[in-house]
T-cell receptor, first 114, second 108 residues
Framework: DAGVIQSPRHEVTEMGQEVTLRCKPI?????LFWYRQTMMRGLELLIY????????DSGMPEDRFSAKMPNASFSTLKIQPSEPRDSAVYFC????????????FGPGTRLLVL | GQQVMQIPQYQHVQEGEDFTTYCNSSTTLSNIQWYKQRPGGHPVFLIQLVKSGEVKKQKRLTFQFGEAKKNSSLHITATQTTDVGTYFC????????FGAGTRLTVKP
């Protein structure tokens, strides 16, 4: 079975450019999570969805970040405009259920904003 | 959501030595999960603890959930180089986020 799929795996862009990260959760999972990981701040939960509906976006840093989940098999995290401080590894995770369920992480997208 | 406090932040051991990481919350947790992230990899689920005082073992790894369900620990007996990585605790999604993690390095 395929795990959580993320694309691209690596992204290098210049400050001010739009960045779109993509995630395909495990089939049958109804919760999806976006995380950001940096050395300074550790693993931060940005937003999570349940049944395609955003439940908590309090972790989204600012208006430059937006996330969508148009259907059960696809989600995007968009940064517009990107800034150097957005450089991080972005993980997507999915789970079957929302509360107290194991989260399965994708391989992550390594983003570098120059 | 609140985060748990996880200590130590770093631990360097000689291969064969034991290792323990601790997770503490100011509030009662309905459950706690442990994850491991290898260098350059992604977090991978290890185990979930639900019951007060619960102890679970996975080979050389022993996981404990405190009686008050406010703290947890992960103990590794006789570490090996394959144990290298960062160990995270995490609470229920709606209530708590991941801890800061304990980064374990093992010297052969």
């Amino acid at each position: 079975d395929a795990g959580v799929i993320q694309s691209p795996r690596h992204e290098v862009t210049e400050m001010g450019q739009e960045v779109t990260l993509r995630c395909k959760p495990i089939s049958g999972h109804n919760s999806l999570f976006w995380y950001r990981q940096t050395m300074m701040r550790g693993l931060e939960l940005l937003i999570y969805f349940n049944n395609n509906v955003p439940i908590d976006d309090s972790g989204m840093p600012e208006d430059r970040f937006s996330a969508k989940m148009p259907n059960a098999s696809f989600s995007t995290l968009k940064i517009q405009p990107s800034e150097p401080r957005d450089s991080a590894v972005y993980f997507c995770a999915s789970s079957f259920g929302l509360v107290s369920e194991t989260q399965y992480f994708g391989p992550g997208t390594r983003l570098l904003v120059l | 959501g609140q985060q748990v406090m996880q200590i130590p932040q770093y631990q360097h051991v000689q291969e064969g030595e034991d290792f323990t990481t601790y997770c503490n919350s100011s509030t009662t947790l309905s459950n706690i999960q442990w994850y491991k992230q290898r260098p350059g990899g992604h977090p991978v689920f290890l185990i979930q603890l639900v019951k007060s005082g619960e102890v679970k073992k996975q080979k050389r790894l022993t996981f404990q959930f405190g009686e008050a369900k406010k703290n947890s620990s992960l103990h590794i007996t006789a570490t090996q180089t394959t144990d290298v990585g960062t160990y995270f605790c995490a609470g229920p999604t709606h209530d708590m986020r991941f801890g800061a993690g304990t980064r374990l390095t093992v010297k052969p």
